[in-house]
C-alpha cells in the first residue's frame, strides 16, 4: 500500500480525523522513524523502518507522527514533553521512541570479468581472493548498509 494511504487509513482508523497533508518517505532518516514538519504539516517516515520492522511497528510510528500532527493542528501541545501528547500518544498506543534498527557494513566486490557480486563483512585481499566463478579479479565497489 502507498504511504500516503496508509497514513490516511491510519488516522481515520485510529484517530477518527483526516490527514489532510503530505506523507513522503525520507532516506536521510537513520535512526528515527518519522519526522513532523510543523511549517507545512507533512510528515517524513523512513523506509528503512518500513522494510525491518512488522506492520504493526511501523502503524505504531505513524500513530506517533500523526500524534504530533493532530495535536499541532487542534493547538494543543504536540511536543513529546506535553501532557496533551503523553495523553494521546497512550490513547492510540503509538511509538514512544523510534525502535533500533541495526544496520551492519558490509563491503561489496565485484568481479571484473564475470561480474558477480561479493558481498562480505570483512575486508576481501583483491590480490590473493578470486572469483569463485570464473578466477576473475575482483574489484571493490562499495559499501552497503544491510
Ligand atoms: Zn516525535
Ligand atoms: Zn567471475
Redesign the pocket.
Known sequence: MELQNLVEQVSIEDFGLPFEHQAVWNNRLRTTGGLFYPKDCHLAFNPLMYQKLTSIQFRQIIRHELCHYHLFRQKKGFHHRDKDFKKLLAEVDGLRYSPRVIQKKYRVYQ?Q??G?EFVRVRQIDVNRFR?G??S?KLIYQMDRYL
Open positions: 568481479c570479468k564475470c558477480h572469483c566463478n570464473c576473475g
